[in-house]
């Protein structure tokens, strides 16, 4: 497994780990919404995974 996906994964944790403190309070474009963020960022991280498997 790349290093930078790791780092990825972590920052991906991070975020999620903020709308999840944060879910319902608004922010300039919207609110946040941690079930909005786990998708994202479950989508985002299936598709990072396959290009890194597939090698690109």
């Known amino acids: 497994m790349n290093w930078w996906f790791i780092v990825y994964l972590c920052m991906n944790a991070i975020s999620i780990g903020m709308h999840l403190v944060k879910h319902g309070e608004p922010k300039e474009d919207g609110y946040y919404n ?8 479950g989508i985002g991280i299936t ?10």
């Open 34 to 41: 941690f079930f909005g963020a786990l998708i994202g960022a």
């Open 47 to 56: 598709i990072v995974y396959m290009a890194i498997k597939t090698g690109l």
